[in-house]
């Protein structure tokens, strides 16, 4: 049995989720890769942290975080003003939130036989 997939709405759960430890103080998760998403959708951090139930001030943070984890900023972002503002993912923010997304499903398809021996292990609730 597959793991669920977030679908974005709260209250959805994943059977799995995956935290990368990818160095000192550096881990990508779940939140990261659902944030990089919404900014990926929406062209905005703000709208990205709307949509996450998340501050403003958090996501702009998370954003920050990442772009200097990374040899090169995964979030590009371009003033607001008459023009309008916004934030794009860069082509290696593209490409790390596709890595990431890769190493969920991989752990999703290892763990699938031990998730539903687990399931069937359960007592039952009537």
């Given at each position: 049995?597959?793991?669920?997939?977030?679908s974005?709405?709260?209250g959805?759960r994943?059977?799995?989720?995956?935290?990368?430890a990818?160095?000192?103080?550096?881990a990508?998760?779940p939140?990261?890769?659902?944030?990089?998403e919404?900014?990926?959708?929406?062209?905005?951090i703000?709208?990205a942290?709307?949509?996450m139930?998340?501050?403003?001030?958090?996501a702009?943070?998370?954003?920050?975080a990442?772009?200097?984890d990374?040899r090169e900023?995964?979030?590009?972002t371009?003033?607001g003003?008459?023009?309008g503002g916004g934030?794009?993912?860069?082509s290696?923010?593209e490409e790390?939130?596709?890595a990431?997304?890769?190493a969920?499903?991989?752990a999703?398809?290892?763990?699938?036989d031990?998730?539903a021996w687990?399931?069937s292990?359960?007592?039952?609730?009537d």
């Open positions: 049995m597959a793991a669920k997939r977030n974005g709405e709260k959805a994943r059977a799995l989720t995956l935290r990368l990818l160095g000192e103080g550096v990508l998760g939140g990261k890769a659902e944030l990089l919404g900014i990926r959708d929406a062209g905005s703000a709208a942290g709307r949509r139930g998340m501050s403003y001030q958090r702009h943070d998370l954003v920050v990442l772009n200097a990374f900023p995964l979030v590009a371009a003033m003003g008459t023009g934030a794009r993912l860069t290696l923010g790390v939130l596709r990431y997304r890769e969920e499903a991989a999703e398809t290892a763990v699938a031990r998730l687990l399931r292990a359960l007592a039952r609730r």
